[in-house]
Nanobody, 119 residues
Framework: QVQLVESGGGLVQPGGSLRLSCAAS????????MSWYRQAPGKERELVAA???????NLADSAKGRFTISRDNAKDMVYLQMNSLKPEDTAVYYC?????????????WGQGTQVTVSS
């Protein structure tokens, strides 16, 4: 069965760094676009960063210059390096795998990992 397991969240001070990891299994990882979303309390889930199956990254404006998304197709892993963290980055971060074939969508989610930025 499909699994996405996030890790690496935690409590960090403003200006600090965290590296989130997502381990994928149960599907052909290399042909899926992978993304990181986040959801803060009382807010809608939002896209933070995405990377295509070919390895092309795309970052939300809030993440540009601070976050980096990468993937390792040999290990079925996707990462989110977060630097210069701010309190407004506090949220549950979710890993997502997505593939669309004609009109059919494959859309998988992890359980999330909590990131708290606070002094």
């Amino acid at each position: 069965q499909v699994q996405l397991v996030e890790s690496g969240g935690g409590l960090v001070q403003p200006g600090g760094s965290l590296r989130l990891s997502c381990a994928a299994s149960g599907f052909t990882f290399s042909i899926y676009a992978m993304s990181w979303y986040r959801q803060a309390p009382g807010k809608e889930r939002e896209l933070v960063a995405a990377i295509t199956s070919a390895g092309n990254p795309n970052l939300a404006d809030s993440a540009k210059g601070r976050f980096t998304i990468s993937r390792d197709n040999a290990k079925d892993m996707v990462y989110l390096q977060m630097n210069s963290l701010k309190p407004e980055d506090t949220a549950v971060y979710y890993c997502n795998a997505f593939r669309k074939i004609v009109t059919f969508e494959y859309d998988y989610w992890g359980q999330g990992t909590q990131v708290t930025v606070s002094s």
